[in-house]
Structure formats: C-alpha cells, structure tokens
C-alpha cells in the first residue's frame, strides 16, 4: 500500500540506495523471525536488539530509539500508570517479541500472545485482553488502521525503551552493513530520513 509504516519505508530507501532492491512481504512476527534464521540474504524490520538475539542476526543499522508502552481501550477502566495492577489482568504482547518473558519476569501472571500488532490491537477493542504491551509508534499506528482512531485508546507512560534495528540473516557480510549503514547516513543528512518519518508523524531520534 501507500503505507507499509515507516521503518518498512525506511527500508525500502536503503535497499534502494546499497542497490539492492528489496521485496516486503509481511508475516506473522514469529514466523518472520524463523524466515530469516533459514533464508539466505533475508532482512526483518524492526527487530529489537537484545543479547539472546546478539549472535543470531547481522545488526546492520539502528534505525530508532523505541519506548514501549501499554495500551488499553479508552474508557475502559484500566490504570495504564499502574503496572502492578496490571499484573493480574490479561495483557497481549507480539508472539516472538522478547515481552512475554520480560513481563513473567515482572510477575505478570495472564500474558497472551498474538501474531500481530494489529491483532492484539483487535484483542483489546473486543475485550478479549485489558491492555498490550509493545512498542509505541507501531502500536499508534495500528490504532488508526482496521476502522480504529486512536482516540479509541490510551496509551499508558512509558515503561521501558531499547533501539531497534534493521537486522539480516547471518549470510549477509560486515562489509555491506558498512553500506546500509552509509545509506541511512546519507538519508540523515539530505532529509529523505526526516520526511519518511514525518509521513507518519515521527520525528528522528
């Protein structure tokens, strides 16, 4: 679409600019993640770093700071400032991203998975769960997609942050992350990297 999201967009320029262009498919983000793991010369975006994932990636370039948040329904009667109280309470994070461990950690006792943002978005619409767990920008983005506005949901402080990367298969050589990583440099300083992000309402950080 016109809309892939801006770390897609991001992506696409990249690729462009290193003269590899890439073809976007969207998976399910588990199933994403073992897509690269087997497929030669195969990108993932956004991938969080994080030590249990250090050596299974090439981390070719940190695209953004992300905080993450948790989103509720609006008017839904859910203290988003409180997570202790929300340790009790069904919560949906991203299947494969590193949340649900991170909140068993934190003694979050009803955490449920889904395939998609948008589908633990659909979760808390329905009432199926009281609120999800996860990045921030995508999870406002998810909220203005599938007939929802964004005033549909409160979105809580943030609780915790980490960079995310554009990441590869390990295949791909330390030589041409130099190159994606001078492309995105370049972006940087001509503002292709600032007018992307504020298509979606993002500002570089």
Same mark, same amino acid.
């Given at each position: 679409g016109d809309s892939p999201g801006a770390l897609v967009e991001l992506a696409q320029e990249m690729a462009r600019r290193v003269g590899a262009p890439a073809t976007v498919e969207? %998976? $399910?983000w588990q199933r994403a993640l073992a897509l690269t793991g087997v497929h030669a010369r195969t990108l993932v975006v956004p991938l969080? #770093?994080? $030590?249990?994932?250090?050596?299974? %990636?090439?981390?070719?370039?940190?695209l953004r700071r992300q905080d993450? /948040? =948790?989103?509720? &329904?609006?008017?839904?009667?859910?203290?988003? &400032?409180? $997570?202790a109280a929300l340790a009790g309470?069904?919560?949906?994070?991203?299947?494969?991203?590193?949340h649900k461990r991170l909140l068993e950690s934190l003694h979050f006792s009803? /955490?449920? *998975?889904?395939?998609?943002? #948008?589908?633990?978005m659909r979760m808390v619409s329905k @009432? /199926? +769960?009281? !609120?999800? %767990?996860?990045g921030e920008d995508i999870h406002r983005h998810a909220a203005r997609?599938? @007939?929802?506005? *964004?005033?549909?949901?409160?979105? @809580?402080? +943030? =609780? &915790?942050?980490?960079?995310?990367?554009? !990441?590869?298969? #390990?295949?791909? @050589?330390?030589? *041409?992350g130099h190159a994606w990583r001078a492309a995105h440099e370049a972006? #940087?300083?001509d503002g292709t990297l600032a007018r992307l992000l504020r298509k979606y309402g993002l500002a570089p950080n």
């Open positions: 969207f %998976y $399910p969080t #770093r994080t $030590p249990e994932r250090e050596a299974q %990636y090439r981390w070719l370039v940190r993450f /948040v =948790f989103v509720g &329904r609006h008017g839904g009667g859910v203290d988003l &400032r409180d $997570p309470r069904p919560v949906a994070v991203l299947r494969g991203s590193p009803a /955490v449920a *998975e889904c395939a998609s943002v #948008r589908e633990c @009432g /199926v +769960v009281d !609120a999800t %767990y996860g997609l599938d @007939g929802f506005h *964004e005033a549909d949901f409160d979105f @809580g402080p +943030v =609780f &915790r942050s980490g960079d995310i990367w554009l !990441a590869g298969s #390990r295949d791909i @050589g330390e030589d *041409e972006m #940087r300083a």
